[in-house]
């Protein structure tokens, strides 16, 4: 499932998209995975007619659903054991999400989903081994899957790779989270429906644009070199999504997508070519901090807005609860997660958070005020613009959230694009910093 992180993007963000939900859009596009498709859609109708599990024959539309479901199925767990294994796949077997049409369903996730994998879970049939989620009430039902024992020899012997799967084009890119219930624990967020405007058929457009750019483009990773463990991935999943959050189209809008996100920072800097030339990551510096002095109304203070008197050796702990103070609502009253081990132990949250304020009177009064979304949305308003920019120039740009990686020899002009289209965006003058 999409994870919206609660800060905004720092370079040490690498958390989005390790999870693997199904890819409903998967199917079999060589002779040879045809073959396995079509022989287990063959042996689950005859288990149907042995068993006496269907009364009438399914009407033509009905069993074209059933035919893509099996074949979605069997093509994304072929593909994820070629490139991911040994985890297994994230699915929903929940009525209510898989019999409610919506913008986001594609075809093979009905609700007739569940029935088909619990066919190709029967031991007679071993396509796929599923870990059904525990029945705790309200509690998220995903399911595990994984290949079974009969799919894995058919993939053996017909010598599948990825080249012979594909994907069907995706459904809906652009993508609204609805806000999520603070009195109940297991709620995820989930998706919220919505009628098209002007502007989601502008992000839509703007999207489309820039994912057949990089579907097109010269990407290649060498991994000689590289330090083990490899992150396994496919060059081909390049399709970008934004995902907007608090149920408007004004908060957040970050891209996730791209198997160059699913790389550790690492492997990206050390493995990645673009039209043949090595990768060089370029990073907006301060960018969270630097928004909202924009949204103030007033320029940035000098010099580097995490560095504190008092706090010189713990400037990423500090980086890490400005962060959190531009999204909570109420101020801080304990260290946020996974940042009490930057700081000293005689150090108190009260203090860190007094010394932030105290070094930006200026935006003092916009912390603690939830507006850490609305400068998520600028920020990813900023990459949009800066990947279009440089798509007019010829000059190929993958992603990171507030960074984009371009061929080492454009790195002059892309800071240039990118300090450009920040003030344009944010009213204020941005840093960019180059990663080798």
């Given at each position: 499932?999409?994870q919206?992180?609660?800060?905004?993007?720092?370079?040490?963000?690498?958390?989005?998209?390790?999870?693997r939900p199904?890819?409903?859009y998967?199917?079999?596009s060589s002779?040879?995975?045809?073959?396995?498709?079509?022989?287990?859609?063959r042996?689950?109708?005859?288990?149907?007619?042995?068993?006496?599990?269907?009364?009438?024959?399914?009407?033509?539309?009905?069993?074209?659903?059933?035919?893509?479901?099996?074949?979605?199925?069997?093509?994304?767990?072929?593909?994820?054991?070629?490139?991911?294994?040994p985890?297994?796949?994230?699915?929903?077997r929940?009525?209510?999400?898989?019999?409610?049409?919506?913008?986001y369903?594609?075809?093979?996730?009905?609700?007739?989903?569940?029935?088909?994998?619990d066919?190709?879970?029967?031991?007679?049939?071993?396509?796929?081994r599923?870990d059904?989620?525990a029945?705790?009430?309200?509690?998220?039902?995903?399911?595990?899957?994984r290949?079974?024992?009969?799919?894995?020899?058919?993939?053996?012997?017909?010598?599948i790779?990825?080249d012979?799967?594909?994907e069907?084009?995706?459904?809906?890119?652009i993508?609204?989270?609805?806000?999520?219930?603070?009195?109940?624990?297991w709620?995820e967020g989930?998706?919220?429906?919505?009628?098209?405007?002007?502007?989601?058929?502008?992000y839509?457009?703007?999207?489309?644009?820039?994912?057949?750019?990089l579907?097109?483009?010269?990407?290649?990773?060498?991994?000689l070199g590289?330090?083990?463990?490899?992150?396994?991935?496919?060059?081909?999943?390049?399709?970008l999504?934004?995902?907007?959050?608090?149920?408007?189209?004004?908060?957040?809008?970050?891209?996730?997508?791209?198997f160059?996100?699913?790389?550790?920072?690492?492997?990206?800097?050390?493995g990645?070519?673009i039209a043949?030339?090595?990768?060089?990551?370029?990073?907006?510096?301060?960018?969270?901090a630097?928004?909202?002095?924009g949204?103030?109304?007033?320029?940035?203070?000098t010099?580097d807005?995490?560095?504190?008197?008092?706090y010189?050796?713990?400037?990423?702990?500090?980086?890490?609860?400005m962060?959190?103070?531009?999204?909570?609502?109420?101020?801080?009253?304990?260290?946020?997660?996974?940042?009490r081990?930057?700081?000293?132990?005689?150090?108190?949250?009260?203090e860190?958070?007094?010394?932030?304020?105290?070094?930006?009177?200026?935006i003092k009064?916009?912390?603690?005020?939830?507006?850490?979304?609305?400068?998520q949305?600028?920020?990813?308003?900023?990459?949009?613009?800066?990947?279009?920019?440089?798509?007019?120039?010829?000059?190929v740009?993958?992603?990171?959230?507030?960074?984009?990686?371009?061929?080492?020899?454009?790195?002059?002009?892309?800071?240039?694009?990118?300090?450009?289209?920040?003030n344009?965006h944010?009213?204020?003058?941005?840093?960019?910093?180059?990663?080798?």
């Amino acid at each position: 499932m999409d994870q919206i992180a609660p800060l905004i993007a720092t370079p040490d963000d690498e958390d989005d998209e390790r999870d693997r939900p199904f890819n409903a859009y998967r199917f079999a596009s060589s002779d040879n995975a045809k073959g396995i498709v079509a022989e287990a859609i063959r042996l689950l109708l005859n288990y149907e007619d042995r068993f006496g599990l269907t009364r009438n024959k399914r009407r033509a539309a009905d069993q074209e659903t059933f035919d893509l479901t099996v074949d979605a199925i069997l093509s994304d767990l072929m593909h994820h054991h070629l490139v991911d294994y040994p985890e297994g796949i994230y699915v929903t077997r929940s009525n209510r999400r898989l019999g409610t049409k919506s913008r986001y369903r594609p075809r093979a996730y009905s609700k007739v989903f569940p029935r088909i994998l619990d066919l190709l879970a029967k031991p007679e049939l071993g396509y796929v081994r599923q870990d059904k989620a525990a029945p705790i009430p309200g509690a998220s039902k995903s399911t595990v899957i994984r290949p079974g024992p009969t799919l894995l020899p058919r993939m053996e012997d017909g010598g599948i790779a990825t080249d012979d799967l594909d994907e069907h084009p995706h459904g809906e890119t652009i993508i609204l989270k609805r806000l999520k219930d603070p009195g109940n624990y297991w709620d995820e967020g989930g998706l919220e429906s919505y009628a098209d405007t002007p502007d989601t058929e502008r992000y839509r457009h703007e999207l489309e644009t820039i994912n057949q750019w990089l579907a097109a483009a010269d990407l290649r990773f060498e991994p000689l070199g590289v330090p083990w463990p490899h992150t396994a991935f496919d060059i081909r999943d390049r399709r970008l999504r934004r995902i907007f959050t608090q149920a408007r189209f004004t908060s957040g809008g970050r891209m996730f997508g791209g198997f160059w996100q699913q790389l550790r920072k690492h492997e990206r800097r050390q493995g990645l070519k673009i039209a043949g030339e090595k990768a060089v990551e370029l990073d907006f510096g301060q960018v969270g901090a630097r928004i909202l002095y924009g949204m103030a109304g007033h320029l940035p203070a000098t010099g580097d807005l995490y560095q504190m008197h008092g706090y010189n050796q713990l400037r990423d702990g500090i980086k890490k609860v400005m962060s959190a103070m531009i999204f909570a609502e109420q101020r801080l009253d304990r260290f946020p997660k996974d940042t009490r081990k930057l700081f000293r132990k005689t150090d108190r949250i009260g203090e860190v958070v007094d010394a932030i304020e105290a070094k930006h009177p200026l935006i003092k009064d916009h912390f603690h005020k939830g507006l850490g979304h609305d400068a998520q949305f600028i920020e990813s308003s900023i990459l949009v613009d800066v990947l279009l920019s440089l798509r007019a120039k010829g000059i190929v740009a993958l992603p990171i959230h507030d960074a984009v990686m371009v061929p080492s020899s454009k790195v002059l002009v892309t800071k240039e694009v990118m300090l450009t289209v920040f003030n344009a965006h944010a009213h204020v003058q941005g840093t960019v910093s180059v990663e080798v």
